[in-house]
């Protein structure tokens, strides 16, 4: 069964950092492009970036709206997928979610991690 | 970026209604879309890939269509299971973009 588990969410601080991460099993990770999404409460979902795979450099793309912000990295010696997330503002408030996609056919996707961003 | 333009934004239909969900893309797109269907507290399924594609299990009354910058998602027969929100997303250029969604609802 393919299975992705975000964790690492919770509540930050404005201009604070906070690292997401995604646990992958039940396919082989390393054949997938690995994307991150968010979701404010009540809204559409928001593309973040992604991570493509080994065979195409483990290079990124990213939204210009957390370009600079935000880093996608990968270990897939551990089947894992990351989000660094700094300087958050209360506008980065959502669920954050990790899915995989093989030709952007995003298939999977995680149960979500909360991250609320205040003082 | 690439303007998704979701409609409606809210509809309420009977159950073994026919549905119709449209999304406009402000540029061409091609084939560059997937349908997604949110349920309440879940995350969102898959349930059409490249513009025509029927994702896994998703059922037979799910249909989609294009006409230039439309396209649409179609429920042949409306059931219980069916509601959900519904977004579309184009991966034609970066950013890739969401429309705005559509809550379907029984009547």
């Known amino acids: 069964e393919v299975k992705l588990l975000e964790s690492g969410g919770g509540l930050v601080q404005p201009g604070g950092s906070m690292r997401l991460s995604c646990a992958a099993s039940g396919f082989t990770f390393t054949d997938f492009y690995m994307y991150w999404f968010r979701q404010p409460a009540g809204k559409a979902p928001e593309w973040l970036g992604f991570?493509?795979?080994?065979?195409?450099?483990?290079?990124?793309e990213y939204n210009p709206s957390v370009e600079g912000r935000f880093t996608i990295s990968r270990d897939d010696t551990q089947n894992m997928l990351y989000l660094q997330m700094n300087t958050l503002s209360a506008e980065d408030t959502a669920t954050y979610y990790c899915?995989?996609?093989?030709?952007?056919?995003?298939?999977?996707w995680g149960q979500g991690a909360s991250v609320t961003v205040s003082s | 970026d690439i303007q998704m333009t979701q409609s409606p934004s809210s509809l309420s239909a009977s159950l073994g209604d026919r549905v119709t969900i449209i999304c406009r893309a402000s540029q061409d797109i091609g084939v560059y879309l997937n349908w997604f269907q949110q349920k309440p507290g879940k995350s969102p399924r898959l349930m059409i890939y490249g513009a025509t594609n029927l994702g896994d299990g998703v059922p037979s009354r799910f249909s989609v269509s294009r006409s230039g910058s439309d396209y649409s998602l179609t429920i042949s027969s409306l059931e219980s299971e069916d509601i959900a929100i519904y977004y579309c997303?184009?991966?034609?250029?970066?950013?890739?973009?969401f429309g705005s969604g559509t809550k379907l609802e029984i009547k």
């Open positions: 997303l184009q991966y034609d250029k970066y950013p890739l973009t």
């Open positions: 899915a995989r996609a093989l030709f952007r056919r995003m298939d999977a």
């Open positions: 991570i493509r795979n080994k065979g195409n450099g483990y290079t990124t």
